[in-house]
Structure formats: C-alpha cells, structure tokens
C-alpha cells in the first residue's frame, strides 16, 4: 500500500488549497480514509474522516471550510480547503484508516509522506 499526497505550499490567510492523495495498493472505493494533520508541538489531529459508506466527518475547527472528495476512477482522495487561517498551518497526512488515534502521526498503519501547509 502506497498513499502519495500532493498540493501543499504557502498562501496568505483567506486563501485556498486542495491536497491530493493518491492511492496504489489499496482502493479508496469502498474504504476508509482520513485526512489528519500534525503542527510543531501538536498532536496528530484528526480534521476529515470519509468513511467506508461514503458519509464524511470533520474536525470543528475545518467545518464549512474543509471538505473530502473522491475521484474513484483516479483512485484520489483530495481535501479542499478554503478560508485558510494561521492556526491551520502543520503537515497534512492521509491514511487508509479513519480512526486513527495516537499522540503523533504515522506511528502504525498506511500513510502518506505529509505535505506541508503554512498559512501566513
């Protein structure tokens, strides 16, 4: 299993990105997912959760201005983010589990490398 995401970078507060991971190993059509993000002394934050039914779940903080989609033929989750603020500047994640829960990212199951996101 291989998550690979993509489109992280800079942009000013108010300002909009949209992450991809891209999957190989593993189908997203059917399955779960998360979108989790990790700040320098945070912990690993769960903000977009898609689940295997297809309903979606999503931290308080991103509600209204996150959202998950999925492009099954492209086998790709992306997380559209708008309305981009300071605090929501960290390393994003994807991974082939929802439900993920441990103080730091990446410590067990299939991850993504992380991409970064800083808001200014």
């Known amino acids: 299993v291989q998550l690979v995401e993509s489109g992280g970078g800079s942009v000013q507060a108010g300002g909009s990105l949209r992450l991809s991971c891209t999957a190989s190993?593993?189908?997203?059509?059917?399955?779960?997912m998360g979108w989790y993000r990790q700040a320098p002394g945070n912990g690993c934050e769960l903000i977009a959760a898609?689940?295997?039914?297809?309903?979606?779940h999503y931290e308080d903080s991103v509600k209204g201005r996150f959202s998950v989609s999925v492009d099954n033929a492209k086998n790709t989750v992306y997380l559209e983010m708008n309305s981009l603020q300071s605090k929501d500047s960290a390393v994003y994640y994807c991974?082939?589990?929802?439900?993920?829960?441990?103080?730091?990212?990446?410590?067990?199951?299939?991850w993504g490398q992380g991409t970064q996101v800083t808001v200014s």
């Open positions: 991974a082939a589990d929802p439900a993920y829960q441990a103080s730091e990212c990446r410590l067990f199951g299939n």
């Open positions: 190993g593993f189908t997203f059509d059917g399955s779960g």
């Open positions: 898609l689940w295997s039914d297809g309903s979606t």
